[in-house]
C-alpha cells in the first residue's frame, strides 16, 4: 500500500513536469543573500552590481529561456554581441538558489538601433551593456532575471566603465524599457519600481571603484 502510494506520487510529479516552468515560484525574486549569494557578481577579485532585476511574476515569454531574454532585449534596444565576438573574460555570479557562481548566460550591448550592426558600432564608441543570470536553482527558483548593468567607455578604453556607469547604465537601460515596445512579433509592456536595501551605497567591493546609490530597478514585464 506505501509502496503504491509511492508510485501514485512519482506519477503524479512526473505529469507535473512537462512544463518547464511548472517549479516557478509565482516571486518576484528572492534576495541572493538569503542563502550565501550576492548581489554583486565576480570580475576578478571585485564585482559588478545586479541593478536590474525582471521579476519572476513576468510573462513566462520573458522568463523561459534566454532565447526570450534576448528578444526582449532587442525590443528594448539590445542585441547580442558584435558578430558574436566577445570582448573580455566571463563574469559569474551566485544568485543564492543552490547553483553557487554560475557563468553569465548572455552578453548584450545597445544596438543603436540597428540589431545586426549596432553592436559594433556600441564597442567602438561604447555605450550600455549587461550581463544577465537566471535565478533558477532549486533553493530560489524565481526564474527572475539578475542583470549587472553598465555603461562603457569605447573599445580603446578597453571597455571601461564610465564614471558613475553603473547607475547611469541602469537607468538608461529602465527608461528604455518601460512602457510598450515590439520586437519579433512579441510586444512587452514594462513597469518599473526601485527597492532599496538590496545592494549597498557606496564603492567598497565595485569594480572600478565606482560608486553606486544602492537601488536596484525591479521590472515587471506582460507579453502579449
Ligand atoms: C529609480 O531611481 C532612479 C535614480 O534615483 C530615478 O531616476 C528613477 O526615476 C527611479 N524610478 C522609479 C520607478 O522610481
Given at each position: 500500500?506505501?509502496?503504491?502510494?509511492?508510485?501514485?506520487?512519482?506519477?503524479?510529479?512526473?505529469?507535473?513536469?512537462?512544463?518547464?516552468?511548472?517549479?516557478?515560484?509565482?516571486?518576484?525574486?528572492?534576495?541572493?543573500?538569503?542563502?550565501?549569494?550576492?548581489?554583486?557578481?565576480?570580475?576578478?577579485?571585485?564585482?559588478?552590481?545586479?541593478?536590474?532585476?525582471?521579476?519572476?511574476?513576468?510573462?513566462?515569454?520573458v522568463?523561459?529561456?534566454t532565447?526570450?531574454?534576448i528578444?526582449?532585449a532587442?525590443?528594448?534596444?539590445?542585441?547580442?554581441?558584435?558578430?558574436?565576438?566577445?570582448?573580455?573574460?566571463?563574469?559569474?555570479?551566485?544568485?543564492?538558489?543552490?547553483?553557487?557562481?554560475?557563468?553569465?548566460?548572455?552578453?548584450?550591448?545597445?544596438?543603436?538601433?540597428?540589431?545586426?550592426?549596432?553592436?559594433?558600432?556600441?564597442?567602438?564608441?561604447?555605450?550600455?551593456?549587461?550581463?544577465?543570470?537566471?535565478?533558477?536553482?532549486?533553493?530560489?527558483?524565481?526564474?527572475?532575471?539578475?542583470?549587472?548593468?553598465s555603461?562603457?567607455e569605447?573599445?580603446?578604453q578597453?571597455?571601461?566603465?564610465?564614471?558613475d556607469?553603473?547607475?547611469?547604465?541602469?537607468?538608461?537601460?529602465?527608461?528604455?524599457?518601460?512602457?510598450?515596445h515590439?520586437?519579433?512579433?512579441?510586444?512587452?509592456?514594462?513597469?518599473?519600481?526601485n527597492?532599496?536595501?538590496?545592494?549597498?551605497?557606496?564603492?567598497?567591493?565595485?569594480?572600478?571603484?565606482?560608486?553606486?546609490?544602492?537601488?536596484?530597478?525591479v521590472?515587471?514585464?506582460?507579453?502579449?
Amino acid at each position: 500500500m506505501v509502496r503504491f502510494a509511492a508510485l501514485s506520487l512519482f506519477v503524479a510529479c512526473a505529469l507535473a513536469v512537462p512544463t518547464s516552468l511548472s517549479e516557478r515560484s509565482g516571486v518576484a525574486y528572492y534576495n541572493p543573500a538569503a542563502n550565501g549569494g550576492s548581489m554583486l557578481d565576480v570580475s576578478g577579485s571585485l564585482g559588478e552590481p545586479l541593478n536590474v532585476i525582471i521579476s519572476g511574476l513576468s510573462s513566462p515569454s520573458v522568463l523561459a529561456s534566454t532565447n526570450a531574454l534576448i528578444n526582449y532585449a532587442r525590443a528594448i534596444g539590445f542585441s547580442t554581441e558584435c558578430f558574436g565576438i566577445h570582448i573580455g573574460t566571463p563574469q559569474t555570479a551566485n544568485l543564492g538558489d543552490g547553483q553557487g557562481q554560475v557563468n553569465q548566460l548572455i552578453e548584450l550591448r545597445q544596438d543603436y538601433g540597428s540589431a545586426s550592426l549596432g553592436t559594433c558600432l556600441e564597442s567602438v564608441i561604447g555605450g550600455n551593456h549587461f550581463r544577465a543570470w537566471q535565478q533558477s536553482g532549486s533553493l530560489a527558483p524565481s526564474d527572475a532575471w539578475f542583470l549587472a548593468v553598465s555603461k562603457e567607455e569605447p573599445a580603446t578604453q578597453s571597455h571601461n566603465i564610465v564614471p558613475d556607469g553603473y547607475d547611469i547604465g541602469r537607468d538608461a537601460l529602465v527608461s528604455g524599457a518601460v512602457g510598450t515596445h515590439s520586437f519579433g512579433g512579441v510586444t512587452y509592456t514594462t513597469t518599473a519600481q526601485n527597492v532599496t536595501g538590496l545592494l549597498s551605497v557606496g564603492s567598497a567591493g565595485i569594480n572600478h571603484g565606482i560608486a553606486l546609490d544602492g537601488i536596484v530597478t525591479v521590472l515587471t514585464v506582460t507579453a502579449s
